[in-house]
Nanobody, 122 residues
Framework: QVQLVESGGGLVQPGGFLRLSCAAS????????MGWYRQVPGEQRESVAKVTSSNVTDYSDFAKGRFTIFRDNAKNSVYLQKDSLKTEDEDVYYC????????????????WGQGTQVTVSS
């Protein structure tokens, strides 16, 4: 029904920056909360940043001050601007979008992207 496609990951030097992008396609009436998670090897996936449909943002302590989340509703997309990257930022990042497929749906369903690898190394 809905697919999320991520892009923007890759190799970056410490202190550098990346912008991750995530675009949804399919049957979409509206999108509620959008977010980004990271997968630390051997641990549970954890939230990095979220943005509501009213553009209220929330960041984990890990991301505060260095990452910025924003959305483009016209493109059904969410972005994560990552600045001042450190080696500990190296993970697989997943986007999520809470999609309501039809106007009569009261609740949204959280769809996930396929994940994009961010590698921080000199």
């Amino acid at each position: 029904q809905v697919q999320l496609v991520e892009s923007g990951g890759g190799l970056v030097q410490p202190g550098g920056f990346l912008r991750l992008s995530c675009a949804a396609s399919g049957i979409i009436f509206t999108i509620d909360e959008m977010g980004w998670y990271r997968q630390v090897p051997g641990e549970q996936r954890e939230s990095v940043a979220k943005v509501t449909s009213s553009n209220v943002t929330d960041y984990s302590d890990f991301a505060k001050g260095r990452f910025t989340i924003f959305r483009d509703n016209a493109k059904n997309s969410v972005y994560l601007q990552k600045d001042s990257l450190k080696t500990e930022d190296e993970d697989v990042y997943y986007c999520t979008e809470g999609v309501r497929n039809y106007s009569y749906h009261h609740d949204s369903y959280k769809f996930w992207g396929q994940g994009t690898q961010v590698t921080v190394s000199s």
